[in-house]
């Protein structure tokens, strides 16, 4: 079996942060090039590693990214992949993950999976009522996606950015509050931007910092 080549665009170099690109595992065909052994939209990946999880002499790969939940695929006795996430992972676990190591943390015999999300020494906040949510489309209708983040508190919606920063990003915020008082009085994405304007093209959501 030929060597195996990960690869997926990296969230610094995507034309727009938040939207899900390709990723890809390459096989080596041994000197005839390469083909595509997966091809999925699993995440902003950001790091992984290669494991045997369940012992049959075949190592799984386990990718964390962006906004999304670790991603576990295996190969199939078919050479192809198939997604296992759920045989190892329970609940909700997006998040903002930056890196993932192994080791042996309680001297089970097991290897334990660390996980590094972003942490909560940042300005998003997150607790049992309030989750953080990035809204991706264009709003302004210029051809390019915006992404727009805000905290849902109680099932009101407050954007992170202020009214200066993300007028520069989408203009029509300009438009739409003439002042900064107005822009406070913002609680749903509706009130952000009007009915009229395209559909969310995506909306992802994390409980885990």
């Known amino acids: 079996m030929g060597t195996k080549i990960y690869l997926s665009e990296v969230p ?103 996980l590094g999300n972003i942490g909560s020494n940042t300005n998003w906040s997150i607790s049992n009522n309030r989750i953080l949510e990035l809204f991706l489309s264009d709003f302004d209708r210029n051809g390019s996606l915006d992404p727009i983040v805000s905290n849902n508190y109680f099932g009101v919606h407050q954007p992170f950015l202020d009214k200066s920063t993300i007028q520069c990003q989408v203009p029509m915020i300009r438009r739409t509050f003439s002042s900064c008082d107005d822009y406070s009085s913002v609680s749903t994405t509706e009130q952000l931007f009007p009915a009229k304007e395209e559909k969310v093209y995506q909306t992802k959501q994390i409980k885990n910092l």
């Open 12 to 114: 610094q170099f995507q034309e727009v942060y938040g939207d899900t690109p390709m990723s890809f595992i390459l096989k080596n065909t041994e000197g005839k090039g390469f083909e595509i052994a997966y091809k999925g939209q699993v995440g902003m990946f950001t790091d992984s590693e290669w494991f045997d999880l369940d012992e049959d002499e075949s190592r799984e790969l386990v990718i964390v990214d962006y906004w999304m939940s670790p991603v576990i695929l295996d190969f199939a006795e078919d050479r192809s992949f198939r997604e296992m996430s759920s045989k190892y992972f329970s609940g909700d676990l997006a998040g903002i993950y930056n890196c993932i190591e192994t080791a042996d943390i309680n001297k089970d015999g097991k290897t334990d999976f660390l």
